[in-house]
């Protein structure tokens, strides 16, 4: 047996179904004893299971092995481990190249609790980075639990029966279907785990002052004013005596008096006495705690090593984090009614829940909220997210009943990808607002390529978004606006919008403000006049907006909504109803929240001017708003959202088999072969692009003019002179590029010009083919420090930057995903075939973004590409020039398999 050098132990924490958290990392000589007890314990059953028999010797054997071959490079194992006890143990040992037999062992205990999926995910990743690219099981047919494990893990797997034994042949490369089962599961996960946060039964307040005062005693008089339905307490050394004043509340001198775990913590204590509060908590059982206090992470290094030993006590005893540096939490369910911060009362109960990092947005969140009347379910301040993050509360918020939308602010994304899969996830349940903070347009690139210089800190923000359903807005009053209507009013079918009102110049300002929203005002039908026309014979005008005048009646302006609402002409009615002397406009509403029927299934926004009394209990009936403005615009994000659910099913992405063991050996030579700061060279580029069916325009590069023109007769007129250093970019704005070239004279010319232009004498010329004209796009890649690879379709060629038209998507790509970019181009019209041009192929289009988008997920090494132009026509899509640089990936993708809790930041 070969021994590799000693590794560091690789521990990282983990999840289990019913919300503990376990530990798994590698076999240390230290886990003998455990491996042995471990063995020990196990029922006869499942002895039997494991080994084939109940030979508890193979037990012993079978441990001693594993200790004994750490460092081993033949044999991997990893354990699990629930408060420091060994529960479960997985190896995987080299068979032969590239292959290795699996094996699994859970005690009896701990079964039920996802273990061995999380073993089988942990250990298909130590695997594959140590090239080993498929498991081989032999499991008894009556093990029912282990061949559930296998068959639901969402690997690639093939399966043979014979004599009572199922031999499994897996892949350990984590597919499309692995990372959202193992979703899937997290979720679950996540609800289990913060339960006790979100909806807790019993809460301890820590620092509350004797003297009155201070954070701690406001928690505690929100506690309890706030109607908090479960147990109390008032956790002071000085017991009952030093709290007398302590109304509705238990008094104890220490968490450990309260003799039962307790749901949550909330630490109001001086940071100096945080980490002993949150140790007492974690002794006594205690199930999550909320620390308000300031002065960890973002204190600098003393305080960053603080809050990571907070994160270290809790997870070691199960308990979740919010924090630190944080307002709190709060939960408006009628069983729960908690207000577990220091601001003022609970909002109006309802289905938002809201997670804000800075406890000031989180405030004014809280207000708007208040004052916009959209109903809160939960309300979370994440704080320094030591531990519980916006991912982790959007897979606990995903199958809450309780919940139907979801609000978002956030200044980072810890993960982004994780992101973006549980907010595709999340979106297609309920809709997910988000706002962003410190979006700076600053910090381009000079000099770089295309892709590169149009990635502003934005784009990455906006792709991920526009492909998972995130509603994004710009600030908090939209983020209020569009909750309020997306809580409270169905979604729109469509963009079809009609305005009905008494005052006509509203209607008209309306009616641009939809336009620029993307929403479309549509003439009404003669028909449906004709009827408006008998309901209100007066009105100043009918075609849409419609406007009713000012001596509108009551009855007359209710009868109008009500036949627009009823005809199939629009999607969603807007009503805008000025109070005058001669309107009865608060009779109107009155009337229309008691009319609207819950049958009814376009949304109803209303904007109320002039004093008119919005009945308090219309919420359900109507959203109203304070301008036409605020109404558009939310209902623009309502009829976005729609739009994007109404898409087919995502399927899965479809990859290019063995892609990525082409390209490797491209890039790993590439940087003994590369140009200037790690662009390929021209072949180079072709045949990384090849590996994954992407086929680049050919060409020579040749250096003495001789050549060159033997290269232009042999691949004939018309041909296309260009610089052909990879460290140049931007040739055509310099004038490197000369396409249309007919005869030697016109090559001899422009070689001479691109000689004196380059400074250098005989430079490396590429000559290729002159590509016949089409519509030309560009296409590219660039990696951002917080997403990762992005992916960049756009209007291409020497004018990408002046159209400064472009999308950008995150990869790995669905056909979904590539249609929808090039669909949102301005000059689709143009690929689509513009007034009588024939159509290109826009299939071939798509098809080359989402083998892109497998290019930069595969090779974590491209930080920038750019195909451009690629020249669309209807036989396909030309790769004229491409460009490629690589550098050193800045850290691994979470490609969502394995499942683990973030560490600590």
Known sequence: MTSAPAQPVAAVDVLLADGTIATIRRVVPSDHEGLLALHDHLAEENLRMRFF??????????????????????????????????????????????????????????HGLGLGTLLLEHLAAEARGRGILEFTADVLVDNHAMLRVLADCGFDLQRRTDTGVVTFHMGTTATERAVAAADAREAGAEAQSLAPLLYPRSIAVVGVRRSGGGVGRAVLEEVVDGGFTG?????????????PEASGARVVPDLAAIGSPIDLVVVAVPAGRVLDVVRDAAHAGARSAVILTSGFGEAGADGAQAQRELVAIARRHSMRLVGPNCLGVMTTDADVRLNATFTRGLPQPGGLAVASQPGGVGIGLLDLARESGAGLASFVSLGNKADVSGNDLLAAWMDDPRVSAAALYLESFGNARKFARIARRFAQRKPLLAVVGGRSTGGRRAGASHTAAAAAPTVGVDALFAQSGVIGCSSLEELADAARLLTSQPLPSGPRLAIVGNAGGLGVLAADSATAGALVVPELSPVLQEALTARMPGAAGLSNPIDLGAAASADGLLATTETVLASDEVDAVLVIVAATKVTDADGFLRGLADARTAGVDKPLLLVALGGAAVPEDSSRAFAAFRSVEDATRALAHAASYAAWLDTPALPAVVRIPGAADRARPVVDAAPAEAGTDGWLRPAQCRELLSAYG???????????????????????????????????????????????LKAPDEVLEAAADLELKLGVPEPELLVQAQVPAGVEVAVGVVRDDGFGPLVMVAAGGVATDVWDDRVFLLPPLTAVDAARAVRRLRIWPLLAGHRGAKPVDVAALEALLQAVGQLAVEVPELAEMDLNPVIMSEAGAACVDVKVRLSPPARPADDGVPRKLRPAP
């Open 694 to 740: 992407i086929d680049v325009l050919g060409g020579r590069v040749e250096r003495r003019l001789s050549r060159i023109l033997t290269a232009a007769h042999e691949i004939g007129y018309p041909v296309v002179l260009k610089a052909a250093d990879p460290a140049v970019v931007h040739k055509t704005e310099r004038g490197l590029v000369r396409p249309g």
């Open 53 to 110: 028999g109940l030979n508890r010797a193979a037990g012993h054997d079978y441990a001693e092995h594993l200790a004994a071959s750490v460092g081993s490079t033949e044999v991997l194992a990893l354990v699990a481990l629930v408060g420091g006890d060994l529960v479960a143990v997985a190896s995987a040992e080299v068979m032969a190249e590239g292959t290795a037999e699996i094996s699994f062992l859970v005690a009896d205990s701990a």
């Open 231 to 243: 147990e109390v307490y008032v956790v002071h050394p000085g017991g009952p005596e030093a709290l």
